[in-house]
């Protein structure tokens, strides 16, 4: 089965802080997705990427910025973070191209912002 | 644009008693994929089982799904609960449209009594 690692897996920090959350699968997969877990709201999009490089705009991108450095590594990045990005935040992969579409998760990083 | 809606947000059951999770879908393209994933407390999402065969029943774990195009409906079902199965339930769309994502519905949370 594909693995995906995330760390770190708690963060705390306060309003304004810059925070760098970061996935690693060691699959091949091209495809490396970003959510985030809230109540009542489901899984939500906010980045992915189909290689190194490339960045791809999800469904609630505000706040958030990301960045793919290698086909293994894909990183999310809180410049200004708020309390409303307080959640929990798992990474995915997957290669639908290449007929894997079913998308791996990470164990999730939950983050506190005070 | 594309959407899955769960109309349950919380189901609870007596174990042995059957299960059924309503999944309906909304997408402009003809061939989509359907997806259910199963989370269970502190995990992270894992594939339960997927569809993109019209009217063919998919079976894993005991579950199983059909997807019906007529109705774009892909309802979870289960003869018989368990306690295990208690956990956090999605639908999720792949539209195929070259994107890739996927479409999360807001998930039914299932509790297993005894």
């Known amino acids: 089965e594909a693995a995906v690692t995330q760390s770190p897996r708690n963060k705390v920090t306060v309003t304004g802080g810059n925070v760098t959350l970061s996935c690693r699968q060691t699959?091949?997969?091209?495809?490396m997705y970003w959510y985030r877990q809230d109540t009542g709201h489901g899984l939500r999009l906010i980045h992915y990427?189909?290689?190194?490089?490339?960045?791809q705009i999800g469904d609630v991108p505000d706040g958030y910025k990301a960045t793919r450095t290698t086909q293994e590594d894909f990183f999310l990045l809180l410049e200004l973070a708020s309390p409303s990005q307080t959640s929990l935040y798992f990474c995915?992969?997957?290669?639908?191209?290449?007929?894997?579409?079913?998308?791996?998760f990470g164990p999730g990083t939950r983050l506190l912002v005070l | 644009g594309d959407s899955v809606t769960q109309t349950e947000g919380l189901v609870t059951l007596t174990e042995g008693l059957p299960v059924m999770l309503n999944c309906t879908y909304q997408?402009?393209?003809?061939?989509?994929?359907l997806f259910w994933y199963v989370q269970h407390l502190n995990e992270s999402p894992r594939l339960l089982l997927k569809?993109?065969?019209?009217?063919k029943r998919t079976e894993h774990q005991g579950f199983h799904a059909t997807l019906h195009k007529s109705s774009s409906s892909f309802h979870l079902q289960k003869s018989s609960a368990q306690l295990s199965d208690s956990a956090l339930y999605y639908c999720?769309?792949?539209?195929?449209?070259?994107?890739?994502?996927?479409?999360f519905g807001s998930g039914t949370q299932l509790t297993v009594m005894p």
């Open positions: 995915a992969s997957s290669d639908p191209t290449g007929g894997e579409d079913t998308q791996y």
């Open positions: 699959n091949s997969h091209n495809y």
């Open positions: 990427s189909y290689g190194a490089g490339n960045l």
């Open positions: 997408t402009i393209y003809s061939n989509p994929f």
């Open positions: 569809s993109f065969t019209d009217n």
């Open positions: 999720a769309l792949s539209s195929s449209s070259g994107s890739w994502q996927l479409i």
